[in-house]
């Protein structure tokens, strides 16, 4: 087994982990050619699996975005994706230690007004799941085009160094505390992730972003694939896994893969058991 490490992450360089550290995100343009983008184009558009697990969550302004959730990355398509050098390794070099796959998701908005995203740190939600520390990241890949018009991810630079706002709900998701962002709004520069297919943004968990409603005529596609520190395992028993080693795999898996689907067997998510909406459901571990 090779483990998710800073060694299996050759296309990270020092700049690239000075800009992270600094700017709480960073983009790496033609990350997947476009024969892994058909891939996964057509993985979204045929996994059977993946289709039927796939909820709605209300923005609470009368959107939906369409989403899948899954924790444990596979030899289908898509978990192959999760497994790669480039995205797991580059992680790992980020967080400055090996990583875990905490989860993926497949996110996806409608034309005509598919949901928005409230301004949000992913650790918003994360620390109700018990973990100690914001030793994580996430790699949003664009799987269609990403434009101002379809609600593309917008980040503030820098804000991961202002550490974890507060969080409520907000429709079925948790925003941060608008006040304090307004006035970091004041204060940090917001960029716009705009992407053709293949490019990827890697961002800090602490990270303030958020995404306007899809008012294009075209679906607005992201996977994005998370990853948590080894050594920062959880402390409550939750809807994701503890510290699961994770078999990186060589940075040619995708196209010898090809399309495959594991169909059901993949394990995707409830979303009637995420407690990191509201109040700990959970007890935390003895």
Same mark, same amino acid.
């Given at each position: 087994?090779?483990?998710?490490?800073?060694? %299996?992450?050759?296309?990270?360089?020092?700049?690239?982990?000075?800009?992270?550290? &600094?700017?709480?995100?960073?983009?790496?343009?033609? !990350?997947? +050619?476009?024969?892994?983008?058909?891939?996964?184009?057509?993985? /979204?558009?045929?996994?059977?699996?993946?289709?039927?697990?796939?909820?709605? !969550?209300?923005?609470?302004?009368?959107?939906?975005?369409?989403?899948?959730?899954?924790?444990?990355?596979?030899?289908?398509? /898509?978990?192959?994706?999760?497994? !790669?050098?480039?995205?797991?390794?580059?992680?790992?070099?980020?967080?400055?230690?090996? *990583?875990?796959?905490?989860?993926?998701?497949?996110?996806?908005?409608? #034309?005509?007004?598919?949901? =928005?995203?409230?301004?949000?740190?992913?650790?918003?939600?994360?620390?109700?799941?018990?973990?100690?520390?914001?030793?994580?990241?996430?790699?949003?890949?664009? *799987?269609?085009? /990403?434009?101002?018009?379809?609600?593309?991810?917008? *980040?503030?630079?820098?804000?991961?160094?202002?550490?974890?706002?507060?969080?409520?709900?907000?429709?079925?998701?948790?925003?941060?505390?608008?006040?304090?962002?307004?006035?970091?709004?004041?204060? /940090?520069?917001?960029?716009?992730?705009?992407?053709?297919?293949?490019?990827?943004?890697?961002?800090?968990?602490?990270?303030?972003?958020?995404?306007? #409603? +899809?008012?294009?005529?075209?679906? &607005?596609?992201?996977?994005?694939?998370?990853? +948590?520190?080894?050594? +920062?395992?959880?402390? *409550?028993?939750?809807?994701?896994?503890?510290? =699961?080693?994770?078999?990186?795999?060589?940075?040619?898996?995708?196209?010898?893969?090809?399309?495959? %689907?594991?169909?059901?067997? &993949?394990?995707?998510?409830?979303?009637?058991?995420?407690?990191?909406?509201?109040?700990?459901? =959970?007890?935390?571990?003895?």
């Amino acid at each position: 087994m090779t483990l998710a490490t800073a060694d %299996s992450a050759s296309m990270i360089s020092d700049a690239d982990c000075e800009a992270f550290d &600094r700017d709480g995100y960073l983009i790496k343009r033609g !990350l997947f +050619n476009d024969a892994e983008v058909e891939l996964l184009q057509r993985a /979204l558009a045929t996994d059977e699996a993946l289709q039927d697990s796939a909820f709605g !969550l209300d923005d609470g302004y009368g959107g939906q975005t369409i989403v899948a959730v899954w924790n444990h990355p596979g030899d289908d398509t /898509l978990g192959i994706v999760g497994r !790669l050098p480039r995205i797991a390794g580059a992680c790992a070099r980020l967080l400055g230690g090996e *990583v875990y796959h905490y989860h993926s998701k497949i996110t996806s908005k409608a #034309p005509g007004g598919g949901g =928005t995203w409230d301004w949000h740190q992913d650790y918003g939600y994360w620390y109700k799941n018990g973990l100690l520390f914001p030793n994580l990241a996430s790699v949003a890949i664009a *799987v269609s085009d /990403l434009t101002e018009a379809n609600g593309t991810m917008r *980040v503030l630079r820098g804000s991961h160094l202002c550490g974890r706002l507060e969080h409520a709900i907000m429709g079925g998701q948790n925003g941060a505390d608008m006040e304090r962002v307004g006035v970091l709004m004041q204060h /940090l520069e917001e960029v716009s992730f705009i992407a053709e297919p293949g490019d990827a943004c890697f961002f800090h968990c602490n990270t303030l972003h958020t995404s306007a #409603p +899809n008012v294009s005529d075209r679906n &607005r596609d992201l996977l994005l694939c998370c990853y +948590n520190r080894a050594d +920062n395992s959880p402390v *409550v028993k939750h809807h994701h896994p503890f510290y =699961t080693p994770l078999d990186v795999v060589d940075d040619d898996a995708l196209l010898r893969t090809g399309l495959w %689907s594991v169909g059901f067997e &993949r394990s995707f998510m409830d979303p009637a058991t995420d407690i990191s909406i509201g109040e700990f459901e =959970t007890d935390p571990l003895s």
